[in-house]
């Protein structure tokens, strides 16, 4: 069965700080792919990546980064130079190809302290 | 219109009573979704619709939940017999496609039950 966890409740970093937000996924296909979102305090949630599993390449946009490593089945996403307006709750989630499903895991929240 | 409209934004109904949730989709998307966010909690997901149709309901969490989609547009909803435990933000989001596309997100209906 498709699982997706982020160990990481709650993080707390100071502004500028670098931090990363971890996720691990189960799934029995070969054929996946990945998201991350954000769901920031107005509550509306924003569509941040998406990665098929075929394509292990990491992804850097500005000031965020994404490290997808299958041997370790993590998608983990960094945050440099991290700044307030990235306080948010982030949610990382998975579909396979063969089920209509997608899974989120229940978010980190992150406090980015000025 | 440009993004995923839903309505109402707030809900505040007698324990008992019927309610329903509707949700526009951005104009061309097929894939419809319906997620629902307890207070604190991740995404839980409800069901899917390509076009009209729904594969797999197995996500709605009773009976007294049902959905259905009409032209390919517009959703609905429908929590019959409402009970406390189904008060939450209800989420709606579109697709292109099915679920290995991006999801647009609706601002999402508060709904509270007395």
Redesign the interface.
Known sequence: AQKVTQAQTEISVVEKEDVTLDCVYETRDTTY?L?W?KQPPS?????LI?R?SFDEQNEISGRYSWNFQKSTSSFNFTITASQVVDSAVY?CAL?E?R?????????TRLHILP | GAGVSQSPSNKVTEKGKDVELRCDPISGHTALYWYRQSLGQGLEFLIYFQGNSAPDKSGLPSDRFSAERTGGSVSTLTIQRTQQEDSAVYLCASSLARTNYEQYFGPGTRLTVT
Request: net charge positive; charged share 30%.
């Open positions: 792919y998201f979102y509550g509306e949630l924003v569509f998406r098929n949610f579909s190809r089920d209509d499903k997608i899974i989120f895991g229940k978010g």
